[in-house]
């Protein structure tokens, strides 16, 4: 593992300003209060802050529709009342209000994901962190659950420039519909989300039964769960299956949603995470030593948000975050403990062991069949000059590298896996 | 329901062998299931002879407890005969022995020890925890089971006393969960069709329950009559006859394609008749365990419909071998039905059906008919909704209700939620007709142009990254600045415990720490302080207020939270005609909020909340405490001295 990794984090100052009107549980202002706890642990100076640049409408049409894009630019809460049956298609009003700068607010957002993704694959950093992105239910012509431009599939597709597999991590408690309708069809990338499931619990969709259709069959991953789940199953679970995935899939790049309403007490989660079962899945991804890209996502108990994200981007850092929190301007929310660290919740735990043995026994059904399929896009050589970062040592210890193969190290790491393939490879090359 | 009482006596009988059978399988299934776990050995449920033949375990099983169990059978060599009356010839006694082995014997002694100790709580095993089913159900019927020398099951025997007293708790929980199961049906728009077949499914249980004469196998036969109607109505297998059944056993004349607008009608009527079955069902206490065993299994069925605890319904090339799991197939077949109907509602109707689902549905409930908030009904369910199982809670769709097992808090909730079902019964029916369209819930994921992304195909060829666009570096400075303090705190430190302080942790202190870190932070950031949007956090904001702005913004806020909230927020002008829309709502969220908050911590800490606009604030007197928080004098200006040197440094 490289000792120090490069962390470029993107923050606008005029994101948490922007205000979906009253009574609405998504307050941009929980990523004012994020980045004033990251600035009074002193976590700046380990880091190189941007700010975004705000994506152009054309950038946002790489993955939505042009008319919905430009009605999103257009239309402001005086004029929405003139176009009654746009506003019904692109689902705005009610749970996606129309506010005041709000395609400003889509613009940073989006730009900030959109630059990460380039930052990752220009090289200019290994880690990347966009707490107002993660916006994962937008679709490609409708805005739905608070979210209107999905940034995570505009920085995925930007990821496949330069990567020929992405693989997006969903730890929301909500089902990430807009990123798994997106590539349902395509195995450049892998979604894989772990929600809440049942229960007409938002967005509905994300049953295990759905795993991609076409090319995609077997590479959107599901895990239902229902209420309650602690940190010792979540995370047993979570690093089961993404060990696995990263694994199976080899994927270049590694796009983690860390929704913060699947900690306990959310205003709209019913999971039990404390902060740090929460934080220890990003701890997790990070020891694959993938670029990585990390938004921020669901939250809506603000300062629950802050103190997750917060502690979330000192994982990154790894630098350890002290319970006491130092005083801010925002300390009063803390209280009345004033500390980092969320004890988990109480709701009973409605996952059983069978049930969240039984999601794991098909997950891994569901890999196998990934495995045994002709993976024609595992076989792509790459150029000459790129070698990714992966470090097998430390991910696979069990699949060392052959000194064969070693010997050609100008091959893709990923190659080494392809044991059936490099071997047909070589015979038909002698 | 005459078409109930013209089954013969005979065929409830062999049907109620088959509920059980059914059940048996599932605990068996569970049971193994955890077992394969702790010992790593997988094993199918299906056994198959030699010739290809399923043995039916639960006969298996039935046959030996009636010869004595494994012991005696063995002892006595009665494996033989054991096997012929399993169906198979004398030469398959190995197998069955060894399949009793394999399968059985370790169930067995599970399931005896767990029924010595008299509770399935106390016999407690991860077993009976990752049952969904009810443990009441499996309790009683397999108490029937077991109960000495193959007792049949129609001597339903419960042991008096304390096994009556749990049951009549039992009886009145469940009757609780109706009144909140269907408060929480109606209330969620979002709930279409699975609350009308839920409700009704419901309302005929009840009735059965009622309508059964006083022998008690009657009462064990009857849910499962209500089965043997679904397979006879479900030989055509379509969601529409069902609904269509729903509404006869209701004694309702319906039409066969229930819209979504009848559906709701059903709702409502199936929903008073619960009510009324409740009530009679109250005065006779008898034993239902078996009623809310099935009640939660349906519950749980129509709403995880594709839970992998309640199973897939197989091929339908494979119901042959399956008949007498008959019934269970059955119910799986009327939910997929139901749920296949949905789709095509769902489709049909709207060319995006993902549209409508919204996430936080108790947001637009403006008219509520009380002043209690949605709000405030989630919470407090919250709190109970503790160790519940099967029911959804109607305002935040994510949480559940109530649940079998707690008794005493669960009443006081009923006494809670009953006056608002009246409010509930308008408002659902008032507003049923422009919600229609949000009954539909999307299970698939639409495909098409419309949908999916772009996404080329991996060339090996690298596109380049735009790098014109790759963000403006803030932090660090391009300009290296000195850094003398700011050098001298190291990275991720946290609160200091000791100060120089005279008070350390008064309030003096604390703000005088909040000022220090301020300053040093815009010594540290320069102009970066400023773009960043730091100049506007923390209660410096309320500088730029007068006390006489401050106070109406609260009585707007305040008013907000009881009544019209939109129509207030957007005549702000006139209330304040200096202030623009931003300046409003950084003041809410930087002072209004943290005066707020800083008031909950101090009067009750137990009961945070910055989130939730609708709350009332908790407050003790007529405000949120600002008399209390601030002292008399500084009424003028809200903010604190240190804070205003920090601005006099600048």
């Given at each position: 593992m490289r000792s120090k990794d490069k962390i470029s984090y993107f923050y606008d100052g005029d994101v948490g300003s922007v205000y979906f009107g009253p009574n609405h549980p998504m307050k941009p202002h929980r990523l004012c209060m994020t980045h004033h706890l990251v600035l009074a642990y002193g976590l700046h100076s380990k880091m190189e802050v941007y700010r975004p640049h705000k994506a152009y409408p054309v950038e946002l049409a790489q993955f939505h529709s042009a008319d919905y894009v430009e009605f999103l630019n257009r239309i402001t809460p005086d004029t929405q009342h003139l176009f009654p049956s746009e506003m019904a298609r692109y689902n705005l009003?009610?749970?996606c209000p129309v506010f005041d700068n709000l395609f400003e607010f889509c613009q940073i957002y989006a730009g900030g994901t959109i630059d990460a993704a380039r930052r990752l694959n220009n090289q200019l950093c290994d880690i990347a962190i966009n707490w107002a992105g993660g916006l994962h239910h937008a679709k490609k012509c409708a805005a739905s659950g608070f979210c209107y431009i999905n940034d995570l599939v505009l920085g995925i597709l930007e990821l496949l420039k330069y990567h020929p597999r992405v693989l997006y991590i969903d730890i929301d408690v909500h089902h990430g519909d807009g990123v798994e309708e997106a590539f349902y069809f395509t195995d450049r990338v892998m979604t894989v989300s772990f929600h809440k499931y049942g229960d007409k619990f938002f967005p509905g969709t994300g049953d295990m039964k759905d795993t991609g259709e076409r090319d995609g069959r077997f590479y959107s991953i599901n895990v239902p769960l229902k209420d309650g789940i602690d940190d010792g199953s979540f995370n047993r679970l979570f690093k089961t299956i993404i060990s696995k995935v990263v694994e199976t899939y080899l994927p270049g790049a590694i796009v983690l949603q860390c929704g913060a309403d699947s900690l306990a007490g959310d205003r709209l989660g019913c999971f039990n995470l404390s902060i740090d079962g929460h934080a220890e899945c990003v701890r997790f991804v990070k020891k694959?030593?993938?670029p990585l890209l990390v938004t921020g996502g669901g939250g809506y108990t603000k300062e629950n948000v802050a103190r997750c994200w917060a502690l979330e981007t000192g994982v990154l850092l790894d630098t350890e975050l002290p319970n006491e929190i130092p005083?801010?301007?925002?300390?009063?929310?803390?209280?009345?403990?004033?500390?980092?660290k969320l004890p988990g919740g109480h709701?009973?735990?409605?996952?059983s062991k069978s049930y969240i043995g039984t999601i794991k026994m098909q997950v891994m059904e569901n890999l196998r069949c990934l495995q045994h399929a002709p993976g024609v896009q595992m076989q792509e050589v790459p150029p000459d000059f790129y070698i990714p970062d992966f470090d097998e040592d430390e991910q696979n210890p069990d699949e060392r590298v052959d000194q064969h193969t070693q010997d050609k190290h100008?091959?893709?790491?990923?190659?080494?896996?392809?044991g059936d393939h490099d071997n047909d490879n070589h015979t038909d090359d002698a | 329901m005459e078409a109930w009482s013209r089954l013969n006596d005979e065929s409830q009988v062999y049907k109620g062998k088959n509920r059980l059978k059914s059940l048996f399988e599932q605990v068996l299934a569970v049971f193994l299931s955890d077992v394969t776990e702790k010992k790593g050995v997988i094993r199918s449920l299906q056994v198959l002879t030699g010739g290809g033949k399923p043995l039916d375990l639960f006969k298996l099983y039935w046959i030996v407890r009636g010869k004595g169990g494994y012991d005696l059978v063995s002892s006595k060599n009665l494996w033989g005969c054991i096997a012929e009356r399993c169906g198979l010839d004398s030469g398959a006694v190995v197998f069955v022995k060894l399949a009793y082995v394999k399968y059985l014997t370790e169930f067995d002694h599970w399931l005896s020890e767990l029924l010595k100790d008299g509770n399935l709580e106390n016999g407690e095993s991860g077993v009976i925890r990752r049952l969904d089913l009810s443990s009441e159900e499996l309790e009683t019927r397999f108490r029937r089971l077991l109960s000495p020398r193959g007792q049949k099951k129609k001597d339903v025997n419960f042991s008096p006393s304390k096994n009556g007293c749990k049951e009549e708790l039992i009886c009145e929980v469940n009757s609780q969960v109706d009144y909140e199961m269907f408060t929480a049906e109606s209330v969620n728009k979002t709930n279409g069709d699975d609350s009308v077949f839920l409700v009704s499914t419901e309302g005929i249980v009840e009735k059965v329950l009622c309508k059964v004469p006083d022998k008690s196998y009657r009462q064990y036969d009857d849910d499962e009559k209500f089965f043997a109607g679904d397979s006879k109505i479900n030989k055509s297998s379509t969601g529409e006859m069902f609904q269509g059944a729903v509404a006869k056993m209701n004694g309702m004349a319906e039409k066969e394609n229930v819209s979504v607008l009848d559906g709701y009608d059903t709702t409502v009527a199936s929903g008073k008749s619960v009510i009324e079955d409740v009530t009679v069902s109250r005065k006779r206490k008898r034993e239902s365990s078996c009623i809310s065993g099935m009640l939660n299994w349906i519950n749980h069925a129509a709403k995880h419909s594709n839970d992998p605890v309640i199973g897939k319904v197989p091929d339908s090339s494979k119901w042959k071998g399956n008949t007498s799991n008959e019934f269970w197939l059955q119910a799986l077949l009327v939910r997929e039905a139901m749920l296949k109907k949905r789709h095509i509602d769902t489709n049909a109707e709207e060319s995006n059906p993902q549209k409508k689902q919204r996430m936080h549905p108790s947001m637009y409930e403006e008219e509520k008919l009380n002043n209690q908030p949605a709000e405030k009904l989630r919470c407090s369910k919250r709190v109970v909704a503790a160790s519940n199982k099967h029911i959804c809670c109607p305002c935040c769709n994510s949480c559940s209700t109530s649940q079998n097992k707690v008794e005493t808090p669960q009443k006081e909730e009923e006494e809670y939620t009953r006056p608002d079902l009246t409010s509930v019964f308008a408002v659902s029916v008032a507003e049923k007709t422009e919600d229609s369209v949000d009954q539909k819930i999307p299970t698939e994921v639409p495909v098409g142009p419309r949908y999916q992304a772009e996404v080329p195909e991996w060339t090996g060829v690298i596109f380049e990254s735009d790098s014109k666009w790759l963000g403006t570096r803030t932090w660090p400075p391009e300009v290296e600045k000195t850094k003398s303090l700011v050098e001298l705190d190291p990275i991720g430190e946290g609160r200091k415990s000791s100060c120089g302080c005279l008070f350390p942790q008064s309030v003096e202190c604390i703000r005088f720490h909040i000022a220090e870190n301020r300053l040093k932070l815009k010594f540290e950031l320069g102009t970066l302080f400023f773009r960043w949007r730091f100049d506007r956090m923390g209660e410096e904001v309320s500088l730029s207020w007068i006390a006489e702005e401050e106070k109406r913004f609260k009585d707007m806020v305040r008013s907000g939270a009881t009544n019209l909230k939109y129509k207030n927020w957007k005549n702000y002008k006139k209330l304040?005609?200096?202030?623009?829309r931003n300046m409003l709502d950084s003041y809410y969220f930087n002072v209004f909020l943290i005066k707020r908050r800083s008031y909950q911590n101090r009067v009750t800490p137990k009961d945070l909340n910055s989130d939730d606009d609708e709350i009332d604030f908790g407050c003790v007197g007529g405000s949120f405490g600002d008399i209390r928080v601030h002292v008399p004098s500084s009424k003028s200006s809200p903010t604190c001295i240190q804070n205003m040197a920090c601005i006099d440094l600048e």
């Amino acid at each position: 593992m490289r000792s120090k990794d490069k962390i470029s984090y993107f923050y606008d100052g005029d994101v948490g300003s922007v205000y979906f009107g009253p009574n609405h549980p998504m307050k941009p202002h929980r990523l004012c209060m994020t980045h004033h706890l990251v600035l009074a642990y002193g976590l700046h100076s380990k880091m190189e802050v941007y700010r975004p640049h705000k994506a152009y409408p054309v950038e946002l049409a790489q993955f939505h529709s042009a008319d919905y894009v430009e009605f999103l630019n257009r239309i402001t809460p005086d004029t929405q009342h003139l176009f009654p049956s746009e506003m019904a298609r692109y689902n705005l009003g009610e749970d996606c209000p129309v506010f005041d700068n709000l395609f400003e607010f889509c613009q940073i957002y989006a730009g900030g994901t959109i630059d990460a993704a380039r930052r990752l694959n220009n090289q200019l950093c290994d880690i990347a962190i966009n707490w107002a992105g993660g916006l994962h239910h937008a679709k490609k012509c409708a805005a739905s659950g608070f979210c209107y431009i999905n940034d995570l599939v505009l920085g995925i597709l930007e990821l496949l420039k330069y990567h020929p597999r992405v693989l997006y991590i969903d730890i929301d408690v909500h089902h990430g519909d807009g990123v798994e309708e997106a590539f349902y069809f395509t195995d450049r990338v892998m979604t894989v989300s772990f929600h809440k499931y049942g229960d007409k619990f938002f967005p509905g969709t994300g049953d295990m039964k759905d795993t991609g259709e076409r090319d995609g069959r077997f590479y959107s991953i599901n895990v239902p769960l229902k209420d309650g789940i602690d940190d010792g199953s979540f995370n047993r679970l979570f690093k089961t299956i993404i060990s696995k995935v990263v694994e199976t899939y080899l994927p270049g790049a590694i796009v983690l949603q860390c929704g913060a309403d699947s900690l306990a007490g959310d205003r709209l989660g019913c999971f039990n995470l404390s902060i740090d079962g929460h934080a220890e899945c990003v701890r997790f991804v990070k020891k694959f030593n993938l670029p990585l890209l990390v938004t921020g996502g669901g939250g809506y108990t603000k300062e629950n948000v802050a103190r997750c994200w917060a502690l979330e981007t000192g994982v990154l850092l790894d630098t350890e975050l002290p319970n006491e929190i130092p005083d801010n301007d925002y300390i009063k929310y803390f209280g009345p403990d004033y500390s980092l660290k969320l004890p988990g919740g109480h709701i009973e735990n409605l996952n059983s062991k069978s049930y969240i043995g039984t999601i794991k026994m098909q997950v891994m059904e569901n890999l196998r069949c990934l495995q045994h399929a002709p993976g024609v896009q595992m076989q792509e050589v790459p150029p000459d000059f790129y070698i990714p970062d992966f470090d097998e040592d430390e991910q696979n210890p069990d699949e060392r590298v052959d000194q064969h193969t070693q010997d050609k190290h100008i091959q893709r790491d990923d190659e080494y896996y392809e044991g059936d393939h490099d071997n047909d490879n070589h015979t038909d090359d002698a | 329901m005459e078409a109930w009482s013209r089954l013969n006596d005979e065929s409830q009988v062999y049907k109620g062998k088959n509920r059980l059978k059914s059940l048996f399988e599932q605990v068996l299934a569970v049971f193994l299931s955890d077992v394969t776990e702790k010992k790593g050995v997988i094993r199918s449920l299906q056994v198959l002879t030699g010739g290809g033949k399923p043995l039916d375990l639960f006969k298996l099983y039935w046959i030996v407890r009636g010869k004595g169990g494994y012991d005696l059978v063995s002892s006595k060599n009665l494996w033989g005969c054991i096997a012929e009356r399993c169906g198979l010839d004398s030469g398959a006694v190995v197998f069955v022995k060894l399949a009793y082995v394999k399968y059985l014997t370790e169930f067995d002694h599970w399931l005896s020890e767990l029924l010595k100790d008299g509770n399935l709580e106390n016999g407690e095993s991860g077993v009976i925890r990752r049952l969904d089913l009810s443990s009441e159900e499996l309790e009683t019927r397999f108490r029937r089971l077991l109960s000495p020398r193959g007792q049949k099951k129609k001597d339903v025997n419960f042991s008096p006393s304390k096994n009556g007293c749990k049951e009549e708790l039992i009886c009145e929980v469940n009757s609780q969960v109706d009144y909140e199961m269907f408060t929480a049906e109606s209330v969620n728009k979002t709930n279409g069709d699975d609350s009308v077949f839920l409700v009704s499914t419901e309302g005929i249980v009840e009735k059965v329950l009622c309508k059964v004469p006083d022998k008690s196998y009657r009462q064990y036969d009857d849910d499962e009559k209500f089965f043997a109607g679904d397979s006879k109505i479900n030989k055509s297998s379509t969601g529409e006859m069902f609904q269509g059944a729903v509404a006869k056993m209701n004694g309702m004349a319906e039409k066969e394609n229930v819209s979504v607008l009848d559906g709701y009608d059903t709702t409502v009527a199936s929903g008073k008749s619960v009510i009324e079955d409740v009530t009679v069902s109250r005065k006779r206490k008898r034993e239902s365990s078996c009623i809310s065993g099935m009640l939660n299994w349906i519950n749980h069925a129509a709403k995880h419909s594709n839970d992998p605890v309640i199973g897939k319904v197989p091929d339908s090339s494979k119901w042959k071998g399956n008949t007498s799991n008959e019934f269970w197939l059955q119910a799986l077949l009327v939910r997929e039905a139901m749920l296949k109907k949905r789709h095509i509602d769902t489709n049909a109707e709207e060319s995006n059906p993902q549209k409508k689902q919204r996430m936080h549905p108790s947001m637009y409930e403006e008219e509520k008919l009380n002043n209690q908030p949605a709000e405030k009904l989630r919470c407090s369910k919250r709190v109970v909704a503790a160790s519940n199982k099967h029911i959804c809670c109607p305002c935040c769709n994510s949480c559940s209700t109530s649940q079998n097992k707690v008794e005493t808090p669960q009443k006081e909730e009923e006494e809670y939620t009953r006056p608002d079902l009246t409010s509930v019964f308008a408002v659902s029916v008032a507003e049923k007709t422009e919600d229609s369209v949000d009954q539909k819930i999307p299970t698939e994921v639409p495909v098409g142009p419309r949908y999916q992304a772009e996404v080329p195909e991996w060339t090996g060829v690298i596109f380049e990254s735009d790098s014109k666009w790759l963000g403006t570096r803030t932090w660090p400075p391009e300009v290296e600045k000195t850094k003398s303090l700011v050098e001298l705190d190291p990275i991720g430190e946290g609160r200091k415990s000791s100060c120089g302080c005279l008070f350390p942790q008064s309030v003096e202190c604390i703000r005088f720490h909040i000022a220090e870190n301020r300053l040093k932070l815009k010594f540290e950031l320069g102009t970066l302080f400023f773009r960043w949007r730091f100049d506007r956090m923390g209660e410096e904001v309320s500088l730029s207020w007068i006390a006489e702005e401050e106070k109406r913004f609260k009585d707007m806020v305040r008013s907000g939270a009881t009544n019209l909230k939109y129509k207030n927020w957007k005549n702000y002008k006139k209330l304040f005609p200096s202030k623009t829309r931003n300046m409003l709502d950084s003041y809410y969220f930087n002072v209004f909020l943290i005066k707020r908050r800083s008031y909950q911590n101090r009067v009750t800490p137990k009961d945070l909340n910055s989130d939730d606009d609708e709350i009332d604030f908790g407050c003790v007197g007529g405000s949120f405490g600002d008399i209390r928080v601030h002292v008399p004098s500084s009424k003028s200006s809200p903010t604190c001295i240190q804070n205003m040197a920090c601005i006099d440094l600048e």
